[in-house]
């Protein structure tokens, strides 16, 4: 594994970020044809990912192997899991029993943190405009997020304890986990044909909690997000995320590494593999490997939904954030009509949170507000 914290080629501030992306970053924001329908799709990608991952968050392969063996459940994923014995019983977020994830009982989009941020990056855009600043993020934690996890606890703590907002992630542990990364989704979706502006318009949400690594992999998702929405396939979509984060970084390396080995990619075990083998000791949480396998699974899948988001859950390492994130890039690219109804028409036009006041809101609603905020 490889690892160069070097501030001059990993910065943190967005100027310095800026500078460091490669040629051809800034370029014309595209038209978005039927907006709606990819709206839809993304938004709803984003909640059927991230439902199909809650139940094996982390498991190594042979455990969800073993789940999918014991219920009858296709492997990699192409419906969602049933009931397993594998799988502990739980309140999640203490919003929603594990119940509510297994196939025969979803009646909503439950709640997770994955879920949870978009409608916080929703709010955080109604309340204070696309010229926010990281006090108005930090501030909007302080108002309605009662809890967090790793990066996002820490700064949270430092948040109460009276740290200002711009300092809140200088002593984080996590500052290059996945947690920033999971919250870009709100930003490309306002920001639809321009990856550029989509990662300029992530960056305060990013620096709150995160550093180097950590705000480039948030910057790269709103990114791709915002590309998926006239990008001719997913991978087109990475490639143009890649653009908005600096060409020396670990992450950009790790992501061009995955290209250039395409070609070994012949199945979600091989796709793991390589990636165990390239970054060997890095946590399952960490924002760069689990990027690579976000990349991986769209190589295998194509422009196919199913085939991208079972093997991305197949995978594995933090593969309900990493679902959600396809899902989302997918669902942008193709457009509601290209993912099978299955996946979402028992959601019942709901989806759950944990942020205060807002335990459930409307899919069709949500989808609307960020329409909205396209044109602003």
Known sequence: MYFNHNQDKQ??????????????ADVPAKPVDNLHARMRGAVLGRF???TLGVPVENNPILVMQAMAAETGTPFPPTTYWKKSRHAPDYMHYGINPITDYWEDSICCAPGDDD?????????????YGKDYSVDNVGQLWLDI??????????????????TKAEFAA??????EWIGAAIRADAFGYVEPGDPAAAAKLSYNDAYLTHRQNGI??????????????????????IREGMKQIPAESELYRALEWAFSVQDQVTCYQRARLLIDEKFAGMHPVHTINNMVAITFALML??????????NCIAIGLDND???????????ACFGIDAIPVHWYNRFNDKVCTYITGYPSLSINDVIARFEALTAI
């Not at 606890?153 to 430092?158: F, G, K, P, S, T």
């Not at 200088?170 to 500052?175: H, K, M, P, T």
């Not at 899948?301 to 079972?310: E, K, L, P, T």
């Open 301 to 310: 899948g194509g422009n196919d939904f199913d085939a991208c988001v079972s």
């Open 48 to 50: 059927i990912g991230c």
């Open 170 to 175: 200088n002593f984080n542990g996590y500052v």
């Open 321 to 331: 954030c990493t679902g959600a994130t396809l899902g989302s890039i997918c669902g």
């Open 115 to 127: 879920i949870t941020y978009v409608i916080l990056n929703l709010l955080l855009l109604e309340k």
């Open 145 to 162: 997020l009662p809890r967090a996890c790793t990066a996002e606890d820490e700064a949270l703590r430092q948040l109460k304890s009276g």
């Open 216 to 237: 480039y992999g948030e910057m790269f998702c709103a990114a791709a997000i915002a590309a998926a929405f006239t990008a001719e396939t997913p991978l087109d979509a």
């Open 11 to 24: 910065p943190d501030t967005l100027a310095d970020i800026l500078a460091k992306r490669p040629a051809g």
